[in-house]
């Protein structure tokens, strides 16, 4: 329908992209973050002294009381699904290969979900109130895919 | 008939080249926290937020979604507005017609950039058509050059008279402890500077930095509970006419901002801007524009601000200060510059600029600058309008 | 409070692909068609407010592209970034501010010119969340899940939205995917991302919309059946998806409430004649409709399946076909402002309701799984 000019016109492509390196500061609170996950496999989230949520990833403030958090506080590596999806196609920005599957993840000891990924054998078993764990990286550069995803807790 | 409006509260980040410590969301709260601190509000008492950057500059989509714990949006209606280098004028603008519209009481109003994060060039390249001007006009500079250029040959302006602009505002920049760079120049330095684009040099440009602001408008209604002098918003206009670099015919005149001041001195009833302003905030992005612009806000003929600028006019102790914050050639995080202005001039109205307080101000002006060679521009006022 | 009124409308005839078309030619052909529906010309339009997205544009200051279409030289003028329902309240205010009489809103997007799933994982945390390479079609499937678990809303259910709105948009010169499907049609379709398949995501189009507000004075001079905006609200909820509780929509309970109330709306269910909402997923439909208070929460699913919304039902949601009939990013929202239009003034043609139209909803929003929304309620008087 729209091609009917290009009987006699020659219709141009300009393939490009935006080619901007970043160079993205994570800052004192995510730098923390990122390094107990790197060094020590471990994930912290941070306390609202107002609400006393425990907020992970951890943050320098809490966006629902508007305040400063406080005390560091150690969360499990593992924890409870909230929600998942199961993903079917690849695109250019997914670090692994489907099928493969996204999951909110309530891990022990934090107030807020944890986004990440979850991989199972067979995707189709995965259930809303699973117990899963995280699985480490074999190299870790301070980088939220440290963890390089999370598997069921057997049993 | 609508609202008057005014600045009630401001803060703002101290510029810097990069801030490690903080990301965006973070820098942001910094602002707002300040902001709250001086109009002595709570995040409670903000019924709305309006918030701005160059999105390229950080590559965040929906910033307005991504910044929440640090603006403090948390269950409130956020909304962005984005504009090029006029972003933070054109913040300061939105901000204005959503409170005098009534829809707000006091709004919360955010521009910022963490220009340490990008390459600004490159970033600042796809405002160009692809087809049209991508490929001539690279970044900023190049096209800053041709109006030095133009402007010399036709008025016989020299790079020694650019010069003593930027040795003006890097003076005034060391009263202003939020300021990026606070080392006075020379005029030989400035004229001794790296050679980027003939005849701009390092230091007749603006840094790059990391820095966000922060205002709280008020309603009528509230204004002056909340402050003994609030800065009211007097008038708004702008051009941002033209679209493709290839249109400009003339680089020695910025037309967008000859038909705004024209615009707004004919609204408010100016007759001698000159003599009736008491202090300019000048989004000021390379020295020659510190001469052009003068011309090109009315404030004398074409040809003529050289010999305003040696005259001392517009120094500190001057007839018309310009830029006591120091303006863009001292700092320069690009969302906020704009808002930057806009809440220099509410302190200087309010009587709270410290060191680089003008005394007396009753009739102020702040511009924007940015896209493709638009012209933002916001008057303000010691005076409830009328 | 003053008031201000929709005195023109235009959308173009939205496409996978307009590719003899650029942004501005693109948006110059629904600013004419605004125009003309006003009866006005650029001269009558005191200033502008464009809507556009950087990313999606690929391009920075992308407003640059659209100005000279939307007549923006020589005038005053802003930009926001953020959905079309958004640029309009901008625009509305700057003509309550008492600054303007009129404002002309315009928004576009030109989806087939980017990769969709980088252009939304962008909107994800570049330090703690974007690496994982979320889109927002995994994300949203992250909300079905839990809306559906929550409330054992199944996948029938919110399949009938999509038969619904395909099929509504086979009415709807304007829409490019009118499809008459069936539930099964719907459940057999590919998957993309459990439990969203290929007929439960809205595609992504090539498109843009224009309107013409002005203040009340001036909108009975060039209008003899201005659509009034009676009412509108934003708001924004949490961040992190973690933070949220995806199976509600805290964020538009509130911005309904302040609509609802702006406009004097006590229940929606009797005092909405019809509503066009932001279905970019089937599931939104039911998850919104909770939201805006159309039904109990949890009761999204039997909504539908009672035919209460369909466009002879009592509260007839997306006649127009929705987004899932045509989804150019960022026009979405004003789009829905146009539609609802036509069908205040009873001009939507093959699309229009049987019953009496005198009050209608519009519901557009920004971010990931709805986490801001901007509600409007548009009347006849």
Wanted: glycine share 10%; net charge negative; aromatic share 8%.
């Amino acid at each position: 329908m729209g091609d009917y000019w290009t009987t006699d016109t020659e219709s141009i492509v300009l393939n490009s992209g935006i080619k901007v390196p970043y160079a993205w500061q994570a800052g004192e609170t995510a730098s923390r973050f990122l390094v107990q996950l790197r060094d020590e496999k471990k994930i912290w989230g941070k306390r609202c002294p107002k609400c006393q949520k425990v907020l992970v990833p951890a943050r320098k403030s809490c966006g629902f009381c508007f305040v400063e958090t406080s005390d560091w506080v150690a969360v499990a590596n593992q924890g409870v699904v909230q929600t998942y999806t199961v993903v079917a196609r690849d695109t250019p920005v997914q670090p692994v290969k489907a099928p493969f599957a996204y999951a909110v993840i309530l891990l022990d000891g934090a107030d807020t979900g944890f986004v990440h990924i979850l991989q199972l054998e067979d995707p189709q078993k995965i259930k809303t109130g699973m117990r899963v764990q995280a699985v480490w990286a074999e190299n870790r550069k301070g980088s939220i895919l440290d963890i390089s995803h999370f598997i069921p807790v057997e049993g | 008939m609508g609202k008057r409006v005014a600045i009630v509260g401001t803060g703002q980040t101290n510029h810097c080249s990069i801030r490690r410590d903080v990301n965006g969301q973070e820098l942001i709260r910094e602002a707002v926290t300040r902001a709250l601190a001086d109009a002595e509000l709570t995040i409670k008492d903000i019924d709305g937020v309006v918030i701005g950057n160059m999105d390229h500059f950080e590559s965040i989509n929906y910033v307005d979604c991504w910044s929440i714990d640090g603006t403090g949006g948390y269950m409130k209606p956020v909304i962005k507005l984005t504009t090029g280098g006029t972003t933070g004028t054109t913040l300061a603008i939105g901000g204005y017609h959503m409170v005098a519209s009534g829809m707000f009481e006091k709004l919360l109003v955010i521009g910022w950039e963490k220009n340490s994060e990008s390459d600004t060039t490159g970033a600042i390249n796809t405002a160009t058509d692809p087809f049209i001007d991508r490929a001539v006009f690279g970044g900023a500079v190049s096209g800053l050059a041709l109006d030095a250029h133009k402007y010399m040959d036709k008025y016989g302006a020299t790079v020694k008279d650019a010069a003593r602009v930027t040795v003006r505002d890097r003076k005034n920049a060391c009263n202003n402890p939020h300021a990026h760079l606070r080392e006075e120049v020379s005029i030989e330095d400035v004229m001794q500077s790296d050679l980027l684009s003939d005849p701009i040099r390092l230091l007749d440009m603006c840094p790059r930095s990391d820095g966000a602001c922060a205002i709280i408008y008020a309603s009528e209604d509230v204004a002056e509970k909340i402050t003994p002098q609030p800065a009211w918003v007097l008038g708004a206009v702008n051009r941002h006419s033209v679209n493709d670099f290839t249109e400009i015919t003339d680089n020695s005149t910025l037309d967008s901002m000859v038909e705004a001041s024209a615009e707004l001195w004919q609204k408010l009833g100016v007759k001698e801007p000159l003599k009736e302003l008491d202090v300019v905030e000048l989004y000021q992005p390379f020295s020659w524009a510190g001469l052009i612009w003068i011309e090109d806000l009315g404030l004398c003929k074409k040809g003529e601000a050289a010999q305003l600028i040696w005259d001392g006019v517009t120094d500190m102790d001057g007839e018309l200060p310009f830029n006591p914050s120091g303006s863009v050639c001292a700092t320069n995080p690009i969302g906020a510059t704009g808002l930057i202005r806009c809440a220099e001039i509410a302190l200087q109205i309010q009587g709270k600029a410290g060191a680089r307080q003008v005394p007396d101000v009753n009739f102020a002006l702040a511009t924007g600058f940015g896209g493709c060679y638009w012209t933002d521009l916001v008057a303000f006022g010691s005076k409830k309008p009328e | 409070m003053d008031k201000a009124a929709i005195v023109g409308v235009g959308q173009t005839k939205h496409a996978a692909r307009r590719k003899e078309v650029s942004y501005g030619e693109m948006v110059y052909e629904a600013v004419i068609a605004a125009l003309e529906d006003a009866g006005i010309g650029m001269d009558d339009i005191d200033n502008v407010i464009t809507t556009s997205n950087d990313f999606w544009d690929g391009r920075t200051i992308s407003c640059m592209a659209t100005s000279d279409a939307s007549g923006v030289p020589g005038k005053n003028t802003s930009c926001v970034e953020g959905d079309g329902t958004f640029g309009a309240f901008y625009g509305m205010t700057r003509v309550l501010s008492g600054s303007y009489d009129t404002t002309l809103v315009t928004a576009y997007s030109k989806g087939s010119e980017g990769v969709s799933p980088i252009i939304s994982n962008a909107a994800f945390d570049p330090i703690l969340s974007r690496e994982l390479g979320l889109d927002m079609v995994s994300a949203c499937a992250l909300q079905a899940r839990s809306y559906m678990d929550r409330y054992g809303i199944t996948e029938e259910e919110i399949a009938q939205v999509s038969v619904k709105n395909h099929g509504n948009a086979l009415h709807n010169p304007n829409a490019h995917m009118g499809l008459d499907l069936t539930v099964e049609d719907v459940m057999q379709s590919r998957q993309v991302a459990s439990p969203l398949k290929l007929y439960d995501i809205s595609p992504i189009s090539d498109g843009a919309c224009a309107i013409v507000i002005a203040n009340e004075k001036r909108a009975k001079q060039i209008s003899n059946q201005p659509v009034w905006l009676n009412g509108v609200s934003f708001c924004a909820d949490a961040y992190s998806l973690g933070d949220r509780d995806l199976f509600e929509c805290q964020a538009l309970e509130k911005a309904a409430r302040g609509a609802y109330k702006m406009a004097g709306i006590q229940d929606p269910t009797k005092e909405i004649d019809i509503a066009e909402i932001y279905d970019a997923f089937s599931y939104q439909e039911l998850l919104w409709s909770e939201g805006l208070g159309f039904c109990e929460k949890g009761a999204g699913g039997k909504l539908v399946t009672s035919g209460a919304t369909a466009k002879d039902g009592s509260l007839p949601i997306n006649p127009s076909g929705g987004l899932m009939g045509a989804h150019p990013v960022i026009a979405a929202g004003l789009i829905r402002m146009v539609e609802a239009v036509y069908q205040l003034r009873g001009e939507a043609g093959e699309t229009q309701v049987n019953k009496q139209v005198n009050t209608a909803l519009v519901q557009g929003l920004n971010g990931v799984c709805g986490q801001s929304h901007c509600v409007w309620i548009l009347g006849r008087d």
